[in-house]
C-alpha cells in the first residue's frame, strides 16, 4: 500500500513540475494579452533595425501596448520596415510621436518605444495604416565599441 502511495506520490509531483516548467516558458515568451482583440497597424521606417524580431513588444513608458508583426526590406535603398500591430485601447498618438528601438537592459532584448508627441489643434492622430515619420535606429553595442576603440588609438 505505501508504494502505491509514493508512487501517487511521485506522479502529482511530476504533473505539478511540468506545469510550472510550461507556465515559466509563456512567461519568458512575453505572451501579454495586450495584443489580443482589436488592433489596428502602424509602419515605420528604420536605418538599422538591431536584433529586432517579429514578436517584440512595442512600449510606451515601459508598458507594452502592442507587437512587432513584420518586418521587411522596402524601397529602392532597401530601408528595414518594422509593422506593428496596436491594440486599440492605445489609439490616440498623435503623428509627432516617435519609434525608437531600445534595448531592454545592456545586453536584453530589443523593442520599439512608441513616445507620444505633443497634440495641439493642427496636429492629427495616427490611424490604420499610417506611418511613423520620426525614427530613432537601433544603437548597435559592437560600433560604439569601435568608435571608442579608434578613438582612443588617435591620441
Known amino acids: 500500500m505505501t508504494t502505491r502511495t509514493m508512487e501517487l506520490m511521485v506522479g502529482v509531483f511530476v504533473a505539478a513540475a511540468i506545469a510550472a516548467l510550461v507556465f515559466l516558458g509563456l512567461q519568458v515568451a512575453n505572451t501579454s494579452d495586450s495584443t489580443r482583440g482589436e488592433t489596428y497597424t502602424l509602419v515605420a521606417k528604420f536605418d538599422n533595425i538591431g536584433g529586432l524580431k517579429v514578436r517584440s513588444p512595442v512600449k510606451v513608458g515601459g508598458v507594452v501596448v502592442g507587437r512587432v508583426s513584420r518586418i521587411s526590406l522596402e524601397g529602392e535603398y532597401y530601408e528595414p520596415m518594422v509593422e506593428m500591430q496596436i491594440s486599440t485601447r492605445y489609439n490616440a498618438f498623435p503623428e509627432t510621436s516617435t519609434a525608437s528601438i531600445l534595448t531592454s537592459g545592456l545586453l536584453g532584448e530589443q523593442y520599439v518605444g ?42
Request: net charge negative; charged share 25%.
Open 114 to 155: 512608441l513616445e507620444p508627441g505633443f497634440i495641439d489643434d493642427f496636429v492629427e492622430m495616427l490611424a490604420e495604416g499610417d506611418e511613423i515619420p520620426n525614427t530613432n535606429s537601433a544603437i548597435v553595442l559592437e560600433n560604439l565599441i569601435g568608435q571608442f576603440l579608434f578613438s582612443q588609438g588617435d591620441e
